[in-house]
């Protein structure tokens, strides 16, 4: 599927941070090619939740994992491309897959290798991933809070050292200050300005996550704040912190290594401030003790709520969430629903939501994109999905939602094609009642059919007279 027509651009005034481009992406398995992706085109815009639907196999997972860069070995970059903020990380991969005369897992995992060390900075950075069961994705070895403040130490190391000296710059007189400029104008300009005047921006989280606590009277956060400052700190680790704090990178610690290893503790133990702060903002009771668990220790809720803490701790562009309710019971999906709106609200972050339950994502998306057989075939604003779905799969998608009236559930006949063989033309014309001589022969293009609203359906593409 191509789309080039400059009418029919799926982009908006809002600038997208993802665009996936007639993106194609085969598994090679021994039992053949599944033709996975078959020329994906999406974008994700700035600060817009995005969700993604489909039954199960059309692709979703294996788009949301391309964009992080998360590609098996066995998986050929065919054609298209992905751009992250402009940049095309997995062309390698497909200049590799288009030059080889054979497809070879282990050529494209040396190819691979250099993707993954490009990507890694940009990974829990500007783009981060929530998958479905939290298991997976934590150590169960390591306290909850040693994983979060593992990705600040990482990615983000200057803004520990910054939150680290600021407590050692401040002086009580700027305590003072603070509070004063607080307690006349809130949380606003002149506190941000006054904290860079005096070179400790680092206290600026600290101060306002205690300024915005609704548990606890004024004259108890001002006893709080007061304390965030004069705290002694050793002239070796300070001077070390300094560097971080400048560079927002860590030194190369292998000839000193005793120096780095107290570095190192002083940076995760503000990690863990940070955690607990941040934990506090996503309205988890007992933050401060949390840190301190184990997985294990934790309840299902609990432990999605703390992946989503660590793929939201970096403030990053686009969040990917795969399925992040469907291992959840039914309250508690509704409460990390519930999160991820707020979430929504408070960061400019985007999101691109996957879920092959339309319901969940009424709840949350601004647009919807549907896909079938490894290809988005109508995207829109949720709206007009949900009102006048178009495409035909869609119309039978919102069908099969259950409802409260309805005295039976109408399925989707039919099955998706086999995609070690998919057939000519459109995908879904097998089980189309609507289908027509064309659409065994060609393949329908995305086309516009009204504002901020695609569809790839030759329905809607004959000649008006
Ligand atoms: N590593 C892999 N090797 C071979 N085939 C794979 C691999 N990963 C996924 N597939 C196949 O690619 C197709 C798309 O899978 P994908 O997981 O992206 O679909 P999905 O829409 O997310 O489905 P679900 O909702 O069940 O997770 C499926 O046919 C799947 O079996």
Redesign the pocket.
């Known amino acids: 599927m191509s789309f080039s027509m400059e009418s029919n651009s799926l982009s908006s005034n809002l600038a997208p941070i993802v665009k996936v481009e007639n993106f194609h992406l085969h ?1 090679y ?1 021994r039992r053949g090619v ?1 033709k ?1 992706l078959n020329g994906v085109n999406l974008e994700i815009r700035k600060g817009e939740v995005l969700g993604v639907a ?12 391309a964009i992080m860069g998360l590609i ?1 070995r ?2 050929a970059v065919v054609d298209g491309r992905i751009l992250v903020d402009g940049k095309d990380y997995l062309k390698p991969l497909n200049e590799y897959y288009k030059k080889a005369k054979k497809f070879k897992p282990a050529k494209n995992a040396d190819v691979l290798k250099k993707v993954n060390e490009e990507m890694s900075n940009v990974r829990g950075q500007k783009l981060s991933m929530v998958f479905q069961e939290p298991m997976t994705t934590l150590n169960p070895l390591l306290q909850v809070g040693y994983q979060i403040a593992e990705v600040l130490y990482y990615h983000n190391p200057g803004l520990l050292a910054s939150r680290r000296l600021s407590r050692h710059r401040a002086t009580k007189e700027d305590m003072k200050n603070i509070i004063k400029i607080l307690k006349e104008n809130g949380i606003n300009e002149a506190f941000k300005d006054y904290l860079k005047n005096r070179n400790i921006l680092g206290l600026e989280d600290q101060v306002a996550s205690i300024w915005r606590r609704k548990d606890l009277h004024d004259l108890k956060k001002e006893q709080i704040i007061e304390k965030l400052c004069c705290e002694p700190i050793n002239s070796f680790t300070k001077k070390y912190l300094e560097v971080i704090e400048k560079e927002n990178k860590l030194p190369n610690f292998s000839r000193i290594p005793i120096i780095g290893r107290m570095v190192k503790r002083e940076l995760f133990k503000e990690g863990y401030k940070k955690a607990s702060e941040f934990l506090g903002l996503l309205g988890i009771p007992n933050a401060d003790k949390m840190v301190y668990m184990y997985p294990h220790e934790l309840s299902g809720g609990q432990r999605q709520r703390i992946v989503i803490a660590t793929a939201m701790i970096n403030n990053p562009e686009l969040v990917i969430l ?2 992040p309710t469907s291992a959840l019971d039914v309250t508690i999906q509704a409460q990390i629903l519930e999160l991820i709106k707020e979430l929504k609200e408070s960061t400019n972050s985007s999101y691109m939501f ?1 879920s ?1 339950d339309l319901s969940v994502l009424a709840e949350v998306s601004d647009r919807i994109a549907i ?1 079938y057989a ?1 290809q988005v075939v109508e995207v829109g604003r949720k709206e007009y999905i949900f009102d006048q779905p178009k495409h035909p799969y869609t119309q039978m998608l919102m069908e099969a939602i259950p409802t409260i009236e309805a005295h039976e559930l109408k399925g989707i006949k039919g099955e998706v094609p086999d ?1 070690r063989n998919p057939p000519k033309g459109c995908m879904f014309r097998d089980r189309c009642p609507y289908a027509m001589p064309i659409c065994a022969e060609k393949r329908p293009d995305l086309r516009k059919v009204g504002e901020d609203h695609f569809v790839a359906c030759f329905l809607y593409e004959v000649e008006k007279p």
């Open positions: 598994y398995t599944y996975a489909g039954e199960s196999g059309c692709g979703k997972s294996t788009l949301g994992r098996p066995n998986a795969d399925e996957i092959h896909m490894g995609m």
